[in-house]
């Protein structure tokens, strides 16, 4: 169980580029409401910095994407919002800020894998956004967001590609006729449930074009796809 007085977040802080003048808020954003029960105190947990930094992160995604794809039509760019803010984007930036090492968790929870669970650093990554907004204000914010993601690509069908690599897939073999199967085939699934590693190959007619791995079966299968699309 982490302390708060031996909590030292300055790393964390430096690769946000915002030292917090709260060190209160930067607290009950790292706190998981296990910990609240596990210590039996009033101490804040991150669920409500997690609904504000729910709708600041997709208004800096808004404006993020209106600004870097001006012709592009809202139905479009709604998409864009979507897959930078999905679930999984925000485990992956939280893993890159390795706030399992920051987070304050009940000694069951911690033993039981959550530091490392993607719905915890997701939601934790959510109310980091949201102690950034209150502690700062919105350009701030802004900047620290945008900093931890990568660079947008040029065209904005390269970001949605990369969101849907199997339906992409899909799409190419579609123009043909007939349609070649396309097949998933899982060749290991190893690891304890909350840290599974899982490995995919894929076959198109028959043909082998790759593997990929992921910690689910759908990233796997997505990794997988895009091997075979650096193939065609």
Not at 100 to 128: C, F, K, Q
Request: net charge negative.
């Amino acid at each position: 169980m982490v302390e708060e007085g031996t909590l030292n977040t300055t790393s964390l802080e430096a690769a946000l580029g915002h030292t917090f003048a709260s060190r209160e808020l930067l607290l009950t954003a790292l706190t998981h409401p296990s910990y609240t029960q596990f210590v039996n105190s009033k101490t804040d947990n991150y669920q409500r910095l997690e609904f504000l930094g729910d709708a600041a992160l997709s208004l800096i995604l808004a404006e993020h994407l209106y600004q870097a794809y001006p012709l592009e039509r809202e139905g479009t760019l709604a998409q864009a919002r979507s897959a930078l803010a999905k679930g999984s984007t925000l485990s992956t930036l939280a893993k890159k800020l390795h706030l399992s090492n920051y987070l304050r968790l009940s000694p069951a929870e911690r033993e039981a894998g959550g530091g490392g669970r993607p719905s915890i650093l997701e939601d934790t990554m959510e109310a980091l956004i949201g102690a950034l907004f209150l502690d700062s204000n919105y350009e701030k914010t802004k900047s620290s967001v945008l900093n931890c993601y990568p660079k947008l690509p040029k065209n904005i069908s390269q970001l949605l590609e990369k969101e849907n690599p199997k339906g992409k897939l899909q799409e190419h073999f579609q123009q043909q006729n007939p349609t070649p199967p396309i097949e998933y085939k899982l060749l290991q699934a190893e690891g304890p449930d909350h840290a599974k590693s899982y490995l995919v190959e894929i076959h198109i007619d028959g043909t082998h074009y790759g593997q990929g791995s992921g910690s689910s079966k759908k990233e796997a299968e997505e990794n997988a796809a895009r091997e075979a699309l650096k193939q065609l």
